[in-house]
């Protein structure tokens, strides 16, 4: 029989493991995938002194960004060896089917590793401003490293979320402290691991497993904590806010969403059937961005529902290794019964469970954490599920009349993650995207994540952007260099001060 692996901490350069032990466990068997050190806030205060000691050092900053752009791309160079490796592990650690594992949750997280790495070369660390006048000067930006930060990760894309944030804060000379969920953390382990490989000095790059409040809790109060990038629900992304308030400090926050899809009366149905299943379903509805809230006009709705609903039942509920299956486990039971439960509220509160709404049965679905895919209809903008993040496979179908109706309806939530619109004309569809509150609008398209393009949200779905061509404007600060060319004191600001006079 295989050995359970069991993955250790990252400190100062030196893996470690902590007294107490977490087991990962196989979302669709219940089997132990690994064993994982549970660390504490002593774990946390001892990776941010080692990121701390390792910045004011200053080797890996005063590294030129071509040699440390080599260094990275030497790291995405082995983990894109390793990919078929790392999907299987992302399948048995979070339950993703394989056949979305394969091309989103590794090809994805892999491909826009590369493009940050290729951005290190073309980043402009420094550029001339202009003369200012009338003194003669020369003025010079810099965009420096900003010192420690801390990445906290979940389970649902942990390696494309932990390489949005580590490569970019790594590219630009700062030191990371990473730390991903429990239920998910063997890929990003692996993440550090290749970057460690690859020629990081000591204390550059730690990762501490345990806790959320705990461990991530603490990383995000210490005062050495100059940037934290947080993915993962809105009540908590309040609490980090609250905890970080003790110091001024950099934050990225990419929280949860609620998602409206609008189909417009002009849109081909079949491919906007099969994209509002797509957006609702794909890995079980478990992504940020999924179009959980389904708007239909009242001339299409009918139609549109019973193409959905035979569509639905084609979906294919199996183990996620096997490489037909649609639809996986939950991550949790927990996350499973929450699911269960807003789908009972609506049916309390008057919507149409027109299919699913349970767990499926037969004895494979007797361990794990299973749910039918499920579609509610008849949802109106007061219940529950219409403004709630459910996190599952359900999707909330809602009724419009006329478009400045569907506006209010998708803007009426406190998200503004993602948006989609489907029409077969352009510009109504791009006239329609600028009046939705989201940070992502999809048009006849859902999931489209091109590497330079910026991904966050509005409103209570965070602040600031991840990946995209920019991103490492949010792990650099601009330093202002001026310096004298004229060698006198005519014209210059402190000339009004101390007057003609002065020596
Ligand atoms: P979560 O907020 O419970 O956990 C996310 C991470 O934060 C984990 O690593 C967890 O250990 C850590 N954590 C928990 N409590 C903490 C605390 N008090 N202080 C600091 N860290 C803490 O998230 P979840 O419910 O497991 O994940 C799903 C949620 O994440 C959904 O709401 C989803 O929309 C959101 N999400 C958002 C994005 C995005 O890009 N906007 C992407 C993926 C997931």
């Given at each position: 029989?295989?050995?359970?692996?069991?993955?250790?901490?990252?400190?100062?350069?030196?893996?470690?493991?902590?007294?107490?032990?977490?087991?990962?466990?196989?979302?669709?068997?219940?089997?132990?995938?690994?064993?994982?050190?549970?660390?504490?806030?002593?774990?946390?205060?001892?990776?941010?002194?080692?990121?701390?000691?390792?910045?004011?050092?200053?080797?890996?900053?005063?590294t030129p960004p071509a040699e440390r752009a080599a260094v990275l791309r030497?790291?995405v160079?082995?983990?894109?060896?390793?990919?078929?490796?790392?999907?299987?592990?992302?399948?048995?650690?979070?339950?993703?089917?394989?056949?979305?594992?394969?091309?989103?949750?590794?090809?994805?997280?892999?491909?826009?590793l590369r493009y940050q790495v290729d951005l290190v070369e073309r980043y402009c660390f420094?550029?001339?401003?202009?003369?200012?006048?009338?003194?003669?000067?020369?003025?010079?930006?810099?965009r420096?490293p900003?010192?420690?930060?801390?990445?906290?990760?979940?389970?649902?894309?942990?390696?494309?979320?932990?390489?949005?944030?580590?490569v970019p804060a790594l590219a630009a000379g700062?030191?990371?402290?990473?730390?991903?969920?429990?239920?998910?953390?063997?890929?990003?382990?692996?993440?550090?691991?290749?970057?460690?490989?690859?020629?990081?000095?000591?204390?550059?790059?730690?990762?501490?497993?345990?806790?959320?409040?705990?461990?991530?809790?603490?990383?995000?109060?210490?005062?050495?904590?100059?940037?934290?990038?947080?993915?993962?629900?809105?009540?908590?992304?309040?609490?980090?806010?609250?905890?970080?308030?003790?110091?001024?400090?950099?934050?990225?926050?990419?929280?949860?969403?609620?998602?409206?899809?609008?189909?417009?009366?002009?849109?081909?149905?079949?491919?906007?059937?099969?994209?509002?299943?797509?957006?609702?379903?794909?890995?079980?509805?478990?992504?940020?961005?999924?179009?959980?809230?389904?708007?239909?006009?009242?001339?299409?709705?009918?139609?549109?529902?019973?193409?959905?609903?035979?569509?639905?039942?084609?979906?294919?509920?199996?183990?996620?290794?096997?490489?037909?299956?649609?639809?996986?486990?939950?991550?949790?039971?927990?996350?499973?019964?929450?699911?269960?439960?807003?789908?009972?509220?609506?049916?309390?509160?008057?919507?149409?469970?027109?299919?699913?709404?349970?767990?499926?049965?037969?004895?494979?679905?007797?361990?794990?954490?299973?749910?039918?895919?499920?579609?509610?209809?008849?949802?109106?903008?007061?219940?529950?599920?219409?403004?709630?993040?459910?996190?599952?496979?359900?999707?909330?179908?809602?009724?419009?009349?006329?478009?400045?109706?569907?506006?209010?309806?998708?803007?009426?939530?406190?998200?503004?993650?993602?948006?989609?619109?489907?029409?077969?004309?352009?510009?109504?569809?791009?006239?329609?995207?600028?009046?939705?509150?989201?940070?992502?609008?999809?048009?006849?398209?859902?999931?489209?994540?091109?590497?330079?393009?910026?991904?966050?949200?509005?409103?209570?779905?965070?602040?600031?952007?991840?990946?995209?061509a920019?991103s490492l404007?949010?792990y650099t600060?601009?330093?202002?260099?001026?310096?004298?060319?004229?060698?006198?004191?005519?014209?210059?600001?402190?000339?009004?001060?101390?007057?003609?006079?002065?020596?």
């Amino acid at each position: 029989m295989q050995a359970v692996p069991h993955a250790l901490m990252h400190i100062d350069g030196k893996w470690i493991d902590s007294t107490d032990h977490y087991e990962v466990r196989s979302p669709a068997t219940e089997e132990l995938v690994a064993t994982l050190a549970r660390g504490g806030p002593e774990h946390a205060d001892e990776a941010v002194a080692a990121a701390k000691a390792a910045f004011e050092e200053g080797t890996w900053r005063a590294t030129p960004p071509a040699e440390r752009a080599a260094v990275l791309r030497q790291a995405v160079n082995r983990l894109m060896q390793r990919s078929q490796e790392l999907v299987e592990m992302q399948v048995r650690e979070n339950g993703a089917p394989v056949r979305l594992a394969e091309p989103l949750h590794i090809g994805t997280s892999l491909a826009h590793l590369r493009y940050q790495v290729d951005l290190v070369e073309r980043y402009c660390f420094e550029r001339p401003s202009a003369m200012v006048s009338p003194v003669l000067a020369a003025g010079l930006i810099r965009r420096e490293p900003i010192g420690v930060c801390a990445a906290i990760v979940p389970w649902n894309f942990p390696l494309v979320h932990a390489g949005w944030k580590v490569v970019p804060a790594l590219a630009a000379g700062n030191s990371v402290v990473i730390k991903p969920d429990e239920r998910a953390p063997l890929t990003v382990v692996e993440l550090v691991r290749e970057l460690e490989a690859a020629g990081l000095p000591p204390g550059v790059l730690n990762l501490v497993t345990g806790d959320g409040p705990q461990v991530g809790g603490r990383l995000v109060e210490h005062p050495d904590v100059r940037k934290i990038n947080f993915t993962g629900s809105t009540r908590v992304g309040h609490d980090v806010v609250r905890r970080a308030s003790g110091g001024f400090r950099h934050l990225t926050l990419e929280l949860g969403g609620k998602s409206a899809n609008i189909v417009l009366e002009d849109a081909d149905v079949q491919t906007a059937v099969d994209g509002a299943l797509f957006a609702a379903m794909a890995y079980s509805g478990q992504i940020c961005a999924a179009g959980s809230r389904l708007l239909l006009p009242d001339a299409l709705h009918d139609a549109f529902l019973a193409r959905l609903i035979e569509r639905v039942k084609t979906l294919r509920i199996a183990d996620p290794l096997d490489p037909l299956t649609d639809i996986g486990p939950l991550i949790s039971r927990d996350r499973r019964d929450h699911a269960l439960a807003c789908v009972s509220d609506a049916r309390a509160q008057g919507a149409r469970v027109v299919h699913g709404g349970g767990i499926p049965s037969g004895p494979r679905y007797a361990q794990g954490h299973w749910m039918e895919p499920t579609i509610v209809t008849e949802v109106t903008p007061d219940m529950r599920i219409a403004h709630e993040e459910v996190f599952g496979p359900v999707l909330a179908v809602m009724r419009y009349r006329t478009v400045d109706e569907a506006v209010e309806i998708a803007n009426g939530t406190e998200y503004g993650l993602a948006a989609g619109v489907w029409s077969r004309d352009n510009q109504t569809a791009l006239d329609l995207a600028a009046r939705l509150e989201a940070g992502m609008v999809w048009i006849n398209d859902w999931y489209a994540l091109p590497p330079h393009f910026p991904l966050g949200g509005c409103k209570q779905s965070g602040i600031g952007r991840e990946s995209g061509a920019h991103s490492l404007d949010e792990y650099t600060q601009e330093k202002a260099v001026s310096i004298d060319l004229s060698g006198g004191v005519e014209g210059k600001l402190y000339s009004l001060l101390l007057g003609a006079e002065s020596p």
